[in-house]
């Protein structure tokens, strides 16, 4: 267990939905990275927030946004949902801003549009 | 364009032998490099880094070598075990030192 949660664990919805995808880092992490794992590609970074700002932004679609609230967990809001954005979607936390540090990485929600 | 390839898909190894994955990268500006391994319904777990100032890592039985000139590296288990059976992600730590830039995996599966 890394100490990362995320839920839900799956989720189904059809296309042109919204769904908001919820991670709570390991207590005392104040980073919080989100990562796209698609069939044919593999861990692709998102955003990544540092106590609550914006610090990095990866392949992420305008459709998707994200914050970090002041308890330091964070949301993953994906909009007009497409086919293919079902995939895994992982949180990982880590304790510094940059990250030689390990990234820990919760188990992942699975989305599935239909 | 994959800025970190794992050429192989998948590696079967029998226990007790060795495993070998291996893993290039594009830029060589990168500077500090690690391994995931990740189980089916789990998020990837890190397993071992290294620094582009080594060449060289070891924990236990998983060792890291890092050849800068090839931008390749590659991970050593010895000795292999069942329980290593999982994909391995070779990943780097991009240029802004935030994000993991991953490549697409190795499924191994030791056989006992």
């Known amino acids: 267990d890394s100490g990362v949660t995320q839920t839900p664990k799956h989720l189904i919805t059809a296309t042109g939905q919204r769904v908001t995808l919820r991670c709570s880092p390991r207590s005392g992490d104040l980073s919080v990275y989100w990562y796209q794992q698609s069939l044919d590609q593999g861990l692709q970074f998102l955003i990544q927030?540092?106590?609550?700002?914006?610090?990095a932004k990866g392949n992420i679609l305008e459709r998707f946004s994200a914050q970090q609230f002041p308890d330091l967990h964070s949301e993953l809001n994906l909009s007009s949902l497409e086919l293919g954005d079902s995939a895994l979607y992982f949180c990982?936390?880590?304790?510094?801003?940059?990250?030689?540090?390990?990234?820990?990485f919760g188990p992942g929600t699975r989305l599935t549009v239909l | 364009d994959q800025q970190v390839k794992q050429n192989s898909p998948s590696l079967s190894v029998q226990e007790g032998r060795i495993s070998i994955l291996n893993c290039d990268y594009t830029n060589s500006m990168f500077d500090y490099f690690l391994w995931y391994k990740k189980y089916p319904a789990e998020g990837p777990t890190f397993l071992i880094s290294i620094s582009s100032i080594k060449d060289k890592n070891e924990d236990g039985r998983f060792t890291v070598f890092l050849n800068k000139s090839a931008k390749h590296l590659s991970l050593h288990i010895v000795p292999s075990q069942p329980g290593d059976s999982a994909v391995y992600f070779c990943?780097?730590?991009?240029?802004?030192?935030?994000?993991?830039?991953f490549g697409k995996g190795t499924t191994l599966s030791v056989s006992s």
């Open positions: 927030y540092y106590n609550g700002e914006e610090r």
């Open positions: 990943a780097v730590l991009g240029e802004a030192g935030t994000a993991l830039i």
């Open positions: 990982a936390s880590s304790v510094e801003q940059a990250t030689y540090n390990e990234q820990f």
